[in-house]
């Protein structure tokens, strides 16, 4: 028997998708997020964090992110920004586990616009190093050109 949800996720764990879950933060904090993924290598899946938070963006001239108007997308109603200056990972069997579970739900996808803005700030960041760039700009750029 075919696994759906496995196939759910093959289907939407794209390149600037959106998803909804609850994070659990390097000081062991939790909260829920928004996600957006940039890429899956191998079995990880690489996404940023998005916030409503942007003072902190703001008032640093070498943060790297983008700031989504609210009520953009049904899915942001406040002001949403996507930091570029850290990307995280997991392995792609704690977002089947989370989809087992119901935890974890796709809430949409990041226009074109936004994409290619994202992939701009990518190259730019200060923060993430060639190594990390190299992993998310390919598949977010080709997502751009084809959305």
């Known amino acids: 028997m075919p696994d759906y949800r496995s196939q759910l996720l093959d289907a939407y ?8 879950t609850l994070e659990t933060f390097r000081d062991g904090s939790r909260a829920l997020k928004f996600l957006v993924i940039l890429t899956q290598i191998r079995s990880d899946i690489f ?6 938070k942007g003072g902190h963006f703001q008032r640093n001239p070498y ?13 942001f109603d406040v002001e949403t920004f996507i930091s570029c200056d850290q990307l995280s990972s997991r392995p792609r069997s704690d977002f089947e586990e989370l989809a087992n579970k119901g935890r974890i739900s796709y809430k949409g ?7 290619a ?5 990518l190259k730019a960041s200060k923060t993430l ?15 751009t050109a084809t959305s």
């Open 129 to 143: 190093s060639a190594a990390e760039k190299a992993y998310v700009l390919g598949p977010l750029a080709a997502a």
């Open 117 to 121: 803005m994202l992939n701009e700030k």
């Open 13 to 20: 764990l794209i390149p600037g998708s959106v998803w909804y």
């Open 47 to 52: 996404y940023l964090r998005t916030t409503s």
């Open 109 to 115: 996808r990041l226009s074109p616009e936004h994409s």
């Open 63 to 75: 943060s790297s992110y983008i700031a989504i108007p609210m009520e953009t997308y049904d899915f």
